[in-house]
């Protein structure tokens, strides 16, 4: 390896963005999604593919914490980009459940666990570093569509809690509780969010630079929100099941809903960018935050169809997992075609405000 080679893959450990884990929370669903399909080889694939990108991902990061731990606490105060590192939470529960479908329950539980512990942790970190511990007002024209990702942390370890209670004969009620209480916080968090990134939208100067696919998020956030609460309609009998079985179904089918009206908004957006403003498309990290959603779409229509008895809903999924496969193939070559340009091909010392790899605005 040449000394310039070194050069671009430190500096792009130096500037990996927090959300790169979107990749695997992607290849995660679509997984679980083909497996729905009765396709157990591309399933299989693409669950060692998720696995591989969640080690290196994670050994990258303790690199990056080691070796540049100015450039993470940067990230950690930013408010554009803070909430990205709850997309290690969510992969780990995205990925824990297709290990639950496989029967892996031992890991499972391990990635329950390390999500689990990581939200409570990221919980309270983020939102005082990013937003409340800064001494510049308002912090409010930070706010984008990565706010979202704290709902989907927090529904996936709902959806992983849920997937593995009927799994236990001990500890079944502990994991119930851990499912409603995750998907309710998830809720109301999801609120918050739409309130403080709708007041941006509309009281500050929107850009099409601005208006990255991040914002998709507030549609995948529906989805998993949809998951969580088909998976916890179809868990074991518990009594905090019991008594918010009823309530959880019908919210589910509301978030469906709205989740489904947002997404001819979320092209109408990325048309006005690309194509009316002629913003290059072209290969960034946080284009996975497109390819998440679509496939959390389809699963979680799968299941809420399954699990109410809505067959139109189902067929839904079936036919938006195949869309989300396509945007996965597309973005996974875009990727593996820009890392070998940027780093063998091409290598380069890159400025602290060029764009590195692993970075995205």
Request: hydrophobic residues 60%; aromatic residues 12%.
């Amino acid at each position: 390896m040449t000394s310039a080679e070194r050069t671009a893959i430190s500096s792009a450990v130096a500037t990996l963005n927090p959300g790169y884990f979107a990749l695997v929370m992607s290849t995660g669903i679509l997984s679980v999604g083909m497996h729905n399909e009765n396709l157990p080889i591309l399933s299989t694939v693409l669950l060692w593919i998720s696995i591989i990108s969640y080690l290196v991902l994670v050994a990258l990061n303790i690199w990056r914490a080691i070796a540049f731990p100015a450039q993470l606490r940067i990230d950690f105060a930013d408010p554009r980009r803070g909430f990205g590192f709850f997309t290690f939470v969510a992969s780990s529960d995205v990925l824990g459940t297709r290990l639950a479908l496989a029967g892996v329950h031992r890991f499972a539980f391990l990635l329950l666990t390390v999500g689990w512990l990581s939200w409570l942790a990221l919980g309270y970190i983020v939102p005082w570093t990013a937003l409340l511990g800064r001494a510049d007002r308002p912090v409010l024209a930070g706010a984008n569509g990565t706010w979202f990702i704290w709902v989907v942390a927090s529904e996936s370890v709902a959806v992983l809690a849920a997937s593995l209670e009927p799994t236990v004969i001990f500890g079944r009620r502990e994991l119930a509780l851990l499912a409603v209480l995750s998907w309710s916080v998830g809720i109301f968090l999801y609120g918050a969010a739409g309130i403080f990134v709708g007041a941006r939208l509309m009281l500050y100067p929107l850009s099409p630079i601005d208006l990255n696919p991040p914002y998709w998020v507030a549609m995948g956030a529906t989805a998993i929100t949809v998951l969580a609460g088909a998976r916890i309609v179809e868990m074991a009998e518990a009594p905090i099941v019991v008594a918010t079985r009823g309530l959880i179904a019908g919210l589910s089918v509301v978030f469906w809903a709205f989740g489904s009206w947002l997404i001819p908004v979320l092209v109408a957006a990325g048309w006005w960018r690309h194509v009316k403003n002629r913003v290059p498309l072209r290969y960034e990290a946080t284009l996975w935050s497109i390819v998440f959603p679509l496939g959390m779409y389809g699963v979680a229509a799968y299941y809420l169809g399954q699990a109410d008895h809505l067959p139109i809903v189902a067929t839904i999924g079936h036919t938006e997992i195949w869309v989300a496969l396509g945007a996965w193939i597309l973005t996974f070559v875009a990727m593996v075609v820009h890392l070998l340009r940027t780093l063998l091909w091409q290598p380069q010392i890159l400025l602290p405000e060029q764009s590195a790899p692993f970075q995205a605005t």
